[in-house]
């Protein structure tokens, strides 16, 4: 199986309109830069998009609000972007909004074949309604379902031909899980080398759960919110 392909816009040929996407990173950081321009570039609409956040307004997840290519955000935070809140207000965008822990839950459990989980986030909200509850230990306990993709979509620091692939610290939050949750699992790398080149030790996922890979560039690699004073 060949997964090595020349760049984001070949890797991505094949997404028609309407497909599910998951898009790796936390914040900004780690977020597939390539694939996100790829997608622009190729002007797929009424996408389905399963993110920790939406970017922000000229950049990331933003760009493909900006052109309205995203009829759907799945997302535990959104709120650094303005034309999210915009769409979201004038009911131009649907918004599944879901407690962080319960999103990075659904798509480990996706990832390991387990279809449903039971969690107390959320019982006695809103995050409740239409859901079933069961009672465990006194507790009471919302059954959430596990959360699959057409593709999904990372960034990591280093991967080679097979696919294997390293990711550095924050970027680990999401992407490790999403890389096993897509039925295609699209990968861009800083650094793509040969097989033997990673040290087994360090790999975050394993080849088998990788479909495409490629060698991305042109990192911008923007700081969400930068602070560099304290009061």
Not at 143 to 158: G, P, R, S
Request: aromatic content about 8%; proline content about 3%; some cysteine.
């Amino acid at each position: 199986m060949k997964k090595v392909f020349d760049n984001a816009a070949s890797a991505i040929s094949d997404i028609e309109d309407g497909a599910v996407i998951m898009f790796g990173g936390f914040g900004l950081c780690g977020i597939p830069e390539n694939l996100i321009a790829a997608l622009k570039e190729k002007n797929v609409k009424q996408l389905t998009c399963i993110s920790n956040n939406a970017g922000v307004d000229d950049f990331g997840l933003g760009l493909l609000l900006k052109t309205k290519q995203i009829i759907k955000m799945i997302s535990s935070y959104v709120g650094e972007n303005a034309e999210f809140e915009r769409q979201l207000l004038s009911g131009e965008l649907e918004v599944n909004l879901v407690p962080q822990g319960t999103l990075a839950t659904r798509i480990q459990m996706a990832g390991m074949g387990i279809p449903a989980f039971f969690t107390p986030a959320g019982y006695g909200t809103e995050i409740a309604e239409g859901k079933e509850v069961q009672v465990f230990n006194n507790r009471h306990y919302l059954m959430e379902y596990a959360l699959h993709a057409d593709y999904a979509f990372v960034k990591a620091w280093k991967g080679d031909t097979m696919g294997n692939l390293i990711f550095r610290k924050t970027t680990r939050n999401f992407s490790t899980s999403m890389a096993k949750a897509g039925d295609i699992t699209i990968a861009e790398v800083e650094e793509l080398v040969e097989p033997g080149g990673l040290d087994p030790d360090n790999i975050d996922v394993a080849g088998i759960y990788v479909h495409r890979i490629f060698k991305g560039g042109n990192y911008e690699k923007r700081i969400e919110r930068r602070t560099v004073k304290i009061q």
